[in-house]
């Protein structure tokens, strides 16, 4: 189905797709010999020629990158590896934003995936949006002062110890923590 907007893939057919695709890929050379084999648990990472500029969107300028850029570049990056992402091209490549629960994490297993579970097809268009590195476009983040992230984590650590305020664990659960803490010592010590 297509609209102005969209276009609307049948769920069998992902479905079908998905049980079909081979659980392997191989990449090959110029000259034909396979370097890479994608498949669980193996990630490869490819460069792309953008690393030492930045086009932005809203000027429509190329400019060099800034240390805001590669911040979220090596995130994207570390994210999609986390995931699980078997070939990762151009930093950034692959988008985030699934979210999953300790349930279906453990029925799927390493080396599963999730796009044929039902709980991604009803979360797909979640997004969550980080608290400290900032996502915006660049010409939003620059109009808005350009903060450097180590600026906004100096300010986020001095909030939190000038008005964060721990929870008195409870008495029972201070001794069990008070018992690890002194069998743990003994053991060092020796």
């Known amino acids: 189905m297509v609209d102005t907007y969209h276009v609307r893939i049948p ?6 797709a998905l049980r079909t695709v081979p659980r ?8 034909g010999d396979v370097t890479m084999v994608l498949k669980g648990g193996n990630s490869y990472y490819g ?16 400019r060099p990158t800034d240390y805001e850029d590669i911040e979220k570049a090596a ?12 070939l ?10 699934m979210t999953a629960s300790w349930e279906l994490i453990e029925k799927v297993g ?21 608290k400290v590195i900032n996502r915006e ?31 008195q664990l409870p008495k029972d659960v201070e001794e069990k923590i008070g018992t690890i803490l002194k069998r743990a010592s003994n053991e060092v010590k020796g």
């Open 47 to 62: 460069t792309g020629p953008t690393i030492q500029y930045v086009y932005d969107i809203d000027t429509g300028e190329r």
């Open 11 to 16: 769920r069998e057919l992902v479905k079908e």
């Open 110 to 130: 390493p080396g599963g995936h999730f796009l044929m579970e039902d709980h991604t097809l009803e979360h797909y268009r979640d997004v969550w949006y980080p």
């Open 137 to 167: 476009e660049y010409s939003v983040w620059a109009g808005k002062g350009a903060k450097p992230l180590r600026e906004v984590l100096r300010e986020k650590v001095r909030w939190i110890l000038e008005h964060h305020r721990p929870e």
């Open 88 to 97: 990762i091209h151009d930093v950034g490549y692959m988008d985030m934003g």
């Open 75 to 86: 995130l994207s990056l570390y994210m999609s590896t986390l995931a699980g992402s078997t």
């Open 24 to 31: 392997s890929i191989g990449i090959g050379n110029r000259r």
